[in-house]
């Protein structure tokens, strides 16, 4: 499809506008045809950018090494840039939007001399759906077309639409490396040096500019850029929520069926959780998302969740056929791979896949690799953050109703982090107010999903929401309990838990085995829906008896009274970091209601 093709008027002008800024040789518009992913992959394997898999062990497949630097999200390069910084509340990075465009403007100059640019009309949520939105992002990558072609649903049928004058979110992309008359990549990953490095997002005109970056989080803007921190202001101004949440299908073996939504920092597990396969008897999960929901209520009274996007964009690394079987399946054919290890018969191997290297394998750095179990210092083969790009419809655990334009009703939402003490294995909030409470001190051990924080530490994780929301955070708990205000029908609010598999001994053991076992806890959560499960109050909330969950094996009786139990000093000083430094930073945009909870959490603890 030309360019010239496009009827939409203001698409076509601002399209031209960014033309003459970035000055690129050629200008693509991705149709969302397979020819055309094909003719995009056949040419980046050509420029040695890309490794074509071996056809019969990942038919379909690519793989591609990142720059050293652009490997994950970087949080100090992100800005939320509204009109004032108090808008941006005090969890986010902001800049003076004018300054910082006049910046971006500086650095998008000439950007894409040599370059082709693409753009790429996407919807994020089954296209015509009332809760899905259209983007546009302009960008000179074309891993990030492919990406976006498997993460979202791409092209003319887009353009569609949108028709002539209809709504789209505007994205400017570049990887910030403009090419000499003659210069070619040579099979580098092309992107800008850090402190160049941009991803702006302006929440009053509704505008994402990215710049530098190649890494998905940071250049698949339909992604973290629009589906949460656009859409949190968009759900703001319009009475719903758009999260950083996995969204599951479970049923009982009576037939009856529930969706759970559950928010986890990222490399925490929803990939695993949504596609878990469960280990008790007769009972089966099956995936609608596993990264954002975007919620809202029905006309039946009920809160439905859709998934807006339309891949998975998961954690390589520890992703077994134990740990997740779906996955995969899922990632087994037309997946894009970044940065994990290359074998000698070109098929993929990472660290936590299940079985050991076979022979002699290229590195996430593109260096020859032999593993050495001796040599406990030996740097991994793929980076902690390595990733699959895989199409949901490929998963074997997806749900029917995963593209429903109306959504699926929203039994229960989950909390967790990664807690290796204190927080137990799962505990139940009393009402939606005490839920979002519960949401908005979510702690987690930090992972290699972000650059700059320092792995192993733990940081508040509101709702998993911290690199991800678009406005002042508490303003942003107040949103939460105002949607609970409105709902229809108070006795139809999701039930909300807090979970936390990442249970350790004094000697650092796992507690709780996760993955498949998680299922007990799932079922557990489903009988707290139907009113059935074994329960009882606690000075935290309600919690299961300790024969409530059936053991895995290898758990011991002493083992779950740890894992259930009310550890009151813990706590006590979750209460004390959370007054001294979590919630003061919100100031007068901390909701009076969340302080109180934590005052009556404290008194419940103190009368323990
Ligand atoms: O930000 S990404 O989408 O690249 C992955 C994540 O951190 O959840
Ligand atoms: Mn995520």
Not at 97 to 118: F, I, S
Not at 369 to 380: G, H, R
Not at 405 to 419: K, Y
Not at 420 to 429: A, D, F, G, W
Request: with cysteine; charged share 20%; proline share 6%.
């Amino acid at each position: 499809m030309n360019v010239n093709e496009i009827k939409h008027d203001g698409l076509k002008k601002w399209l031209a506008d960014f033309i003459s800024l970035t000055t690129p040789d050629a200008v693509i518009v991705a149709d969302g045809s397979s020819a055309q992913y094909d003719e995009l992959i056949d040419a980046q394997v050509a420029s040695g950018l890309a490794t074509r898999l071996n056809p019969e062990k990942k038919p379909g497949s690519v793989l591609y090494l990142s720059d050293p630097s652009d490997v994950a999200r970087v949080e100090k390069r992100t800005y939320i840039s509204s009109i004032t910084e108090e808008a941006a509340g005090p969890t986010n990075n902001w800049m003076d939007p004018a300054v910082l465009k006049k910046e971006m403007t500086e650095l998008y100059r000439g950007c894409m001399k040599g370059r082709t640019m693409y753009v790429i009309p996407f919807s994020m949520g089954p296209i015509g759906s009332p809760i899905s939105k259209i983007g546009v992002e302009l960008t000179d990558s074309a891993y990030v077309v492919c990406n976006m072609m498997i993460m979202t649903r791409v092209g003319e049928k887009v353009l569609e639409q949108l028709g002539t004058d209809g709504y789209f979110v505007p994205c400017y992309h570049s990887v910030g490396k403009p090419l000499a008359e003659g210069e070619s990549d040579n099979g580098i990953w092309p992107c800008a040096p850090m402190d160049k490095k941009y991803i702006s997002h302006f929440p009053e005109t509704r505008e994402i500019w990215s710049y530098g970056s190649g890494y998905g989080g940071n250049a698949l803007l339909g992604k973290k850029c629009l589906a949460l921190r656009i859409a949190s202001v968009l759900a703001r101004d319009e009475g719903w929520l758009a999260e950083h949440m996995l969204i599951l299908k479970i049923t009982s073996p009576e037939g009856k069926s529930r969706f759970v939504t559950g928010a986890f920092p990222s490399a925490c597990g929803k990939t695993n959780l949504a596609m878990l396969v469960p280990t008790i008897p007769g009972w089966k999960v099956e995936t609608v998302g596993d990264d954002i929901a975007w919620m809202k209520y029905g006309s039946d009274g009920q809160l439905y969740a859709i998934n807006p996007e339309a891949g998975f964009f998961g954690v390589a690394p520890g992703t077994s056929d134990e740990s997740n079987h779906n996955a995969l399946v899922a990632a087994s054919s037309n997946t894009i791979f970044t940065n994990v290890a290359l074998t000698e018969d070109n098929d993929v191997w990472w660290e936590g896949i299940g079985y050991d290297a076979p022979g002699k394998l290229i590195d996430w750095n593109g260096n020859e690799w032999i593993q050495n179990k001796a040599d406990k210092s030996q740097k991994p083969a793929a980076h902690p953050n390595a990733r699959f790009t895989a199409p949901a419809k490929q998963c074997p655990s997806i749900a029917s109703e995963w593209e429903d334009p109306r959504g699926v009703p929203i039994s229960a939402i989950l909390f967790g982090g990664r807690r290796p003490k204190t927080i137990p294995l799962v505990h139940r909030s009393h009402d939606w107010n005490h839920g979002v409470f519960l949401g908005s001190i979510v702690g987690s051990e930090v992972t290699a999903a972000a650059l700059d924080v320092k792995a192993g530490t733990i940081r508040r994780d509101p709702f998993a929401m911290l690199p991800f929301c678009g406005y002042n955070m508490g303003d942003y708990f107040q949103h939460w309990l105002d949607v609970g205000h409105a709902a229809p029908d108070q006795d139809k609010l999701p039930k909300i838990f807090y979970v936390n598999w990442f249970r350790k001994t004094a000697e650092g053991k796992w507690l709780w085995p996760g993955y498949g076992e998680n299922s007990r806890v799932l079922k557990w959560v489903f009988e707290s829906c139907e009113g059935t499960a074994k329960s009882v109050d606690t000075p935290i909330g309600i919690m299961p008896t300790i024969d409530a969950i059936d053991r895995p094996e290898g758990v011991t009786e002493e083992d779950m009274k740890e894992l259930l139990a009310v550890d009151i000093d813990g706590w006590l000083n979750e209460v004390a970091d959370i007054r001294a430094n979590h919630y003061p930073k919100f100031g007068k945009h901390l909701p009076g209601e969340l302080a109180t909870f934590l005052d009556t959490l404290e008194s419940n603890l103190k009368a323990a």
